[in-house]
Nanobody
Framework: QVQLVESGGGLVQAGGSLRLSCAAS????????MGWFRQAPGKEREFVAA??????TYADSVKGRFTISRDSAVNTVYLQMNSLKPEDTAVYYC?????????????????WGQGTQVTVSS
């Protein structure tokens, strides 16, 4: 059974940093696309960042501030978030695909974590 478990969310002041982790179990995703999405209150879930091997892509709203990375040895994906803004407040979800490539839409992902809350105060 595949499981993705996010951690690292919390409350931070604007300008601060957080690092989210997504630990995968049940299979290895070293040759699959991995990504992060977020959903703010009253809004639809949106793409944040994705990676495949060493290729990465980011939403324009987070480019230059967020960094996605992975440690294949521990089957974990990270999202380093710097210079956080109140508009970054959302539940952040980790996602894993069953196919290779940098995947940027929800329908391309097969597995999802339960989400972790990130709140940025002004």
């Amino acid at each position: 059974q595949v499981q993705l478990v996010e951690s690292g969310g919390g409350l931070v002041q604007a300008g601060g940093s957080l690092r989210l982790s997504c630990a995968a179990s049940g299979r290895t995703f070293s040759t699959s696309g991995m990504g992060w999405f977020r959903q703010a209150p009253g809004k639809e879930r949106e793409f944040v960042a994705a990676m495949y091997i060493y290729s990465t892509t980011y939403a324009d709203s987070v480019k230059g501030r967020f960094t996605i990375s992975r440690d294949s040895a521990v089957n974990t994906v990270y999202l380093q978030m710097n210079s956080l803004k109140p508009e970054d407040t959302a539940v952040y979800y980790c996602a894993a695909g069953s196919r290779p490539g940098v995947l940027t839409t929800e329908r391309q992902y097969d597995y999802w974590g339960q989400g972790t809350q990130v709140t940025v105060s002004s």
